[in-house]
């Protein structure tokens, strides 16, 4: 049996010892609960932990202004209602991403409209986003997939040009730099989630900065993610002029807050080596596109996607996940089962029960095709975790597992050729 044979195929399995772990919370997160719990309330207004969790945020990202909320979704719609988006409005975004980007636009009866992506880092595109502006376009919601920045220079002119807000969905990426500047700083909004599955857990929760500088800017993000109730220091207005949702974090997602915070440098720090040497490895192999992560930028990982040269592999992704698993290395074909704009609610119009309202407001396209590379992304994709408790090892063996899965179905497409 060759050495090269691939353990699906009952050769030996390249990674045979199970990859790092650890715990993510401990003594300092049980500290901040019980003093948390001793306050005698979990009201993030009467408590002190949300207040301490939002300052220690706004250190950390040199920010004036940030809001505690439920969740990532939660924080992107409160971006969203506090930019003043609304009924008809059209949003451009990516439809390579997580639901919750798109939900808020949604509540907010405004349309999302996805723009193309770049092959291999897939975030944005500047020069499709540019040719999905109409006048109706209010806003652009980016995305920074997966730790990787969006090209946020040319977006930032755009909306300048044509009068848009930006707001930056960050969920996958904390501590994110593009040439030198933390994501979630650059645009108008930057959205985080604190779910269970992000660089930091609360359970769930998220943060909004504002970054105006604007005192009113801010009051209208706070009061929007609190029922539209004004509390501010000691003066409290309930008085309704608006709607808004109830998105509220207690002081018990705030304690774990403040002591994730505490780590999350480190966490990032570790998840760039991991991801780093991963798109050193891949480099080298043939068959195999490494994410495209600038030079100027500083790429946190929440997860490491590359993709396959169909030109040079004789499979499908889905074939080349199965095969990389067998050696030993989780992973998946692509990310999102597919583009969001085929998820039924867009190709049927149709958000609410019993209505097709917002989408009849707009005559957007969701075809199959609107969005070809991303599209193409998802079939030629493969997903392999990052994590801050794996080590370099660990690292070395998923490289010499991809390597030795592309050596596989490099041959296989040679000997296709020469038959
Ligand atoms: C996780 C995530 C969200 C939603 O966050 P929740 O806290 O789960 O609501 C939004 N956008 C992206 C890109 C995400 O990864």
Redesign the pocket.
Known sequence: MSRQQLAIHGGPKTKTTPFGTGKRFGEEELNELRETLEQNTLFYHFGKKTKQFLADFNDMFNVKHSVATS????S?HVALGAAGVSAGDEVITSPI??Q??VVGILYQNAIPVFADLKPYSFNLDPRSIEKKITAKTKAILV?HLAGNPCDMDPIMEMAEKHSLKVIE?C??SYLTRYKGKLVGTIGDYGCF?T?DF?HISTG?G?VVTINSGVEADYQRAHAFADKNYRRFDDQVSKDIHYLAPNYRMTELQSAVGIAQLRKLQSICERRHQHGQMLGEGLKEIKGVFPMEVSEEDWCTYWFYMFRLDMNVLGCTNVEFSEALAAEGIPNAAGYIPKVLYEQPMFQNKQAYLHTTYPFNLSDVDYSQGSCPVAEEILTSAIRVNVNEFFTKADMEETIAAINKVANHFANIKVTEKIE
Request: hydrophobic letters at 20%.
């Open positions: 969740s990532g979704t939660a992107i991403t997580d919750g980007t995305v969905d969920a996958q989630s779910n992000k769930d998220g």
